[in-house]
């Protein structure tokens, strides 16, 4: 692959509890583009994208964990200088669905004590497992609107439904926030 002079380098941080499809979501979204690699030393992989808005070619690194175990000790260099957060959970009916939408505001916790006030948006993944028209999303609006996460996004990463707007929803508002303290810093617009 032919390095891109990018104008932006953003990395966005994928976390959730384990099986919720995190890499499964990273994979459709960068398919056929990506660079996957694996870094062991702090057991995470990631994944680099390319994408041009307003002919602005923007850089995303997309890291999530890749073992859970060892996770705990190796969050510093995990977290470091992510612009942004996703975070998954899964809509099965079952007890995995039921605690990784409980640990979603755990998650938020941690990442904030690494990253601050960084943008975040919530993916309930896994929805071709589930009948879309008895979904309840009372509960996960709320916590959107009381933790000022830009958003959800209900997502497939079976089917890939939902996941380039989820995905795009992320990298277009890094792209805009950063475009314009850019310009203010320039003096330009
Ligand atoms: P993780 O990276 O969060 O740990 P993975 O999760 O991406 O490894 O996914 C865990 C399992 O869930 C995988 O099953 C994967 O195929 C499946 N999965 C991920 N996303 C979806 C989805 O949207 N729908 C369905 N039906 N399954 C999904 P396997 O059996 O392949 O290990
Ligand atoms: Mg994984």
Same mark, same amino acid.
């Given at each position: ?139 996960? *609006?709320? #916590?959107? +609107?009381?933790?000022? %996460?830009?958003?959800?996004? $209900?997502? &497939?990463?079976?089917? /890939? ?6 995905? *795009?929803? #992320?990298? +277009?508002?890094?792209? %805009?926030?950063?475009?314009? $303290?850019? &310009?203010?810093?320039? /003096?330009?617009?």
């Amino acid at each position: 692959m032919n390095e891109i002079r990018a104008k932006y380098i953003f990395k966005i941080t994928v976390i959730g509890d384990g099986f919720v499809g995190k890499t499964s979501l990273i994979r459709k979204f960068t398919q056929g583009t990506f660079k996957n690699d694996y870094i062991k030393t702090i057991g995470a992989q990631f994944s680099v994208f390319n994408e041009e808005i307003d002919g602005d070619i923007c850089k995303l690194s997309f890291w999530d964990i890749a073992g859970q175990d060892e996770f705990h000790f190796l969050r510093p260099a995990f977290y470091k200088d992510s612009k942004a957060a996703i975070i998954v959970y899964t809509l099965e009916e079952n007890d995995l669905g039921k605690e990784s939408f409980k640990h979603l505001t755990n998650w938020h916790e941690d990442i904030k004590k690494f990253c601050g006030d960084i943008p975040i948006v919530v993916f309930a993944n896994k929805v071709d497992l589930v009948d879309k028209k008895s979904l309840d999303n009372t509960k996960i *609006q709320k #916590i959107v +609107r009381k933790r000022n %996460y830009l958003g959800y996004f $209900i997502t &497939s990463a079976k089917t /890939g439904e939902g996941v380039s707007e989820a995905f *795009q929803a #992320i990298i +277009r508002e890094l792209y %805009y926030k950063y475009k314009a $303290i850019f &310009s203010e810093l320039s /003096g330009t617009n």
